[in-house]
């Protein structure tokens, strides 16, 4: 009878311990492929609310959401793990490798009019490490005109390695590089230095927001792309992280979208 | 020493229990946010092939990727889940979502004059019970027009709820809607039918693809929205499946993008 109850003492302690540690750790008992496409976790069902967010991201990068001004705070944690993890990083790669393969299909005029359009904020350089800090949240809290310049005006932003790859594919095959952005005039000097700095070294054109341009991003940017029109070149390739870079008026032969759920410029 | 034992074979037991437990149900032990956007299981850092496919699809919804042909052999059981999951689902009611909000701040003619053009197939109705076959795989199988056209003869594709849940929204609006669809002449009776029979019942026009249409999506598509333009409507919006539902002339004023990793029409 004693041994019983040690027995049953015993049995009781691996009970309640294993079902704290599920708790705990939050073991997923689930077929892989399903647990990862399904917002689900265990076979009760059970919903991870968070995970509306997936929803929320393919809305923004399709531009079905649009003038949104923050991060929900619900998806705050899955943005920064998306931008900080392997996705990002994978999901930029392969609308690089898309665009490489565009760009070396491409019959080029010969006469150095063929032109590729790059942004620049999240496109050709990345302002990750600023999204990242804890009073920023990857976007989620809102936006800080007087921090965001001082960021940029210490030129530490580095290359998005990717489209780094586009650039120098696109330079190689004699397309000539011309970087349009909303950034300011003023920081035209500490931009320069940046571009250089992490590999970008050599454009037709960096085109920066003056004084009067104090129209949208689509405005702005569709009038410096009809200029370069009307001064003969051709765009043969267009990149960037916002929508207002690929649509408007001549917005070139091809466009392609690199992720951003941070922020929306309208 | 006899209750010893017996209490050492019995944690034996519980200890081989769960250890074969976990390895059968494939449970993870991974924080659950890094776990779902990193495409590794585990701590040690196992990459899983299929998880490309997230770049694969986001590429797919985002037109970076053009012109593909068939869905990767390697995305057959992602898609197939996706399709069947609850994230389909959720991602077309997050896009419906944004569709009713942007219809019902719209400011309207009240001439009659407002139209809402609707693609048909993957957006109105769905052929997903078509796609799951084993013959199709979610479209990783080559495309068979004769099988494809037996199913549509058929008129038993389901609504996608959620842009029923638009095309209502639309009517009670006083919005007129437009169905413009790839589908061939022939095939007018049963896709009314079909229409009808899932709750899509009035309409002011319902366009099919000619004899004498024989150009691309965009071209037959543009044609037919400029006639509806010409004709004294104004599109206020226009939701389709397929990039070359949104983009070409008189897209309307705003366009949405409904997800289909299944096939691309060019």
């Excluded at 393919?58 to 991060?71: C, D, I, S």
């Excluded at 898309?98 to 590729?116: F, P, S």
């Excluded at 780094?164 to 000539?176: A, E, F, M, R």
């Excluded at 300011?184 to 070294?201: A, C, D, P, T």
Aim: charged share 20%; net charge positive.
């Amino acid at each position: 009878m004693r041994c019983f109850t040690i027995l049953l003492f015993f049995s009781s302690i691996v009970a309640v311990g294993l079902a704290s540690n599920v708790e705990d750790e939050g073991i997923i008992s689930q077929v892989v492929e399903i647990h990862r496409l399904r917002p689900q976790t265990g076979s009760a069902g059970y919903t991870v609310p968070q995970l509306d967010c997936l929803s929320w991201r393919l809305a923004v990068e399709t531009n079905n959401l649009q003038n949104w001004r923050l991060v929900p705070k619900e998806c705050e944690n899955y943005v920064g793990h998306y931008m900080l993890g392997k996705q990002y990083r994978r999901d930029c790669e392969y609308v690089a490798k898309q665009a490489i393969e565009y760009a070396k299909a491409l019959k080029l005029g010969g006469d150095g009019k063929d032109v590729w359009v790059f942004d620049i904020d999240e496109t050709t350089l990345s302002n990750l490490p600023y999204y990242a800090r804890s009073d920023v949240a990857f976007g989620a809290i809102a936006y800080n005109n007087t921090k965001f310049n001082a960021w940029t005006a210490e030129g530490k932003a580095p290359a998005i390695p990717s489209i780094l790859g586009v650039y120098k594919t696109v330079l190689s095959l004699g397309i000539k590089p011309v970087f349009i952005t909303g950034t300011r005039e003023n920081f035209k000097q500490v931009r320069i230095v940046n571009l250089k700095k992490v590999g970008y070294s050599n454009w037709a054109a960096l085109i920066l927001k003056g004084e009067n341009d104090s129209g949208s991003a689509v405005q702005f940017k569709s009038s410096k792309r009809t200029e370069l029109v009307k001064a003969g070149y051709r765009i043969v390739g267009n990149i960037g992280d916002q929508w207002t870079d690929l649509i408007g008026e001549n917005v070139g032969a091809r466009t392609f979208k690199v992720p951003d759920p941070m922020y929306y410029i309208s």
